[in-house]
C-alpha cells in the first residue's frame, strides 16, 4: 500500500498536461489579442477602398 501511494505522488504524467493547457491558453490569448487589433485595421483598408471604388465609378 505504501509503494502504491509513493507512486502515485511521483507520478508527473498529470503534470505534463496542465502544462501544456497552459502552453494552449497563452497561444490563444496572443492570437486572439493579435487577430482583434489586425481586424481594426483590415475594416479600416476595406472602408477606404469601397469609398475609392465608389468615387471612382461615381453616381
Given at each position: 500500500?505504501?509503494n502504491?501511494?509513493k507512486?502515485?505522488?511521483?507520478?508527473?504524467?498529470?503534470?505534463?498536461?496542465?502544462?501544456?493547457?497552459?502552453?494552449?491558453?497563452?497561444?490563444?490569448?496572443?492570437?486572439?489579442?493579435?487577430?482583434?487589433?489586425?481586424?481594426?485595421?483590415?475594416?479600416?483598408?476595406?472602408?477606404?477602398?469601397?469609398?475609392?471604388?465608389g468615387?471612382?465609378?461615381?453616381?
Amino acid at each position: 500500500m505504501f509503494n502504491y501511494i509513493k507512486s502515485f505522488i511521483m507520478d508527473e504524467s498529470g503534470a505534463t498536461a496542465i502544462e501544456y493547457g497552459l502552453i494552449a491558453a497563452l497561444v490563444s490569448v496572443a492570437a486572439i489579442a493579435a487577430l482583434g487589433a489586425m481586424g481594426n485595421s483590415l475594416g479600416q483598408m476595406f472602408n477606404k477602398v469601397a469609398s475609392e471604388l465608389g468615387s471612382a465609378v461615381g453616381p
